[in-house]
């Protein structure tokens, strides 16, 4: 169900309830942040949580180049990324944000480089995809920072400057 506005969803959870002599189940598949069930009143409103989506980094450098940047970002970091399946994502990367775009460059690991952040695959994906924050991974445990920890709140609100919560949501089944 999509709606433009509060108003759209009320107009067809509305339009739903004309029918309700008809009708005994109506089935939404909706984002689990969604509203729509606080837009129903009187009836009984059974709400199920279901993890569908799942989602996997394959090649980190594609998925941090194709994905778009705050325009007004400038930022240079460098991520420790663990990842057992795929050797080739496995290491230390450089990135480079700036005019909406960035430069991720896989480091030789005999450079010795300052790591900032330090996360395994999957954390990345979360992070990337705007799932969950950088401060909620890193309360879990899932992201290490590294270096002077007077910074620490500095570089967490970098990487949410890098990569924000967003709604995520996928209607399809394959």
Not at 22 to 34: C, G, K, M, S, T
Not at 100 to 124: F, N, P, R, Y
Request: net charge negative.
């Amino acid at each position: 169900m999509v709606g433009l506005d509060t108003d759209a969803y009320k107009a067809a959870f509305h339009y739903i309830y004309m029918y309700n002599a008809q009708v005994e189940n109506v089935r939404f598949i909706l984002p689990v942040d969604h509203p729509a069930r606080f837009l129903i009143n009187e009836l009984q409103v059974n709400v199920k949580l279901q993890s569908d989506m799942m989602m996997r980094i394959v090649d980190i450098r594609n998925a941090l180049e194709y994905r778009t940047y705050d325009a007004e970002l400038t930022v240079s970091l460098v991520m420790e990324i663990h990842d057992e399946q795929a050797e080739w994502n496995d290491g230390i990367w450089k990135l480079d944000i700036a005019d909406g775009t960035v430069s991720a460059k896989k480091l030789d690991q005999s450079v010795m480089t300052d790591i900032e952040v330090v996360m395994d695959i999957q954390t990345l994906t979360q992070l990337c995809m705007g799932y969950m924050t950088a401060d909620d991974l890193e309360e879990m445990g899932r992201i290490d920072m590294r270096g002077d920890s007077d910074k620490l709140d500095d570089m967490l609100g970098l990487l949410g400057q890098c990569f924000p919560k967003r709604k995520t949501f996928m209607n399809e089944r394959f």
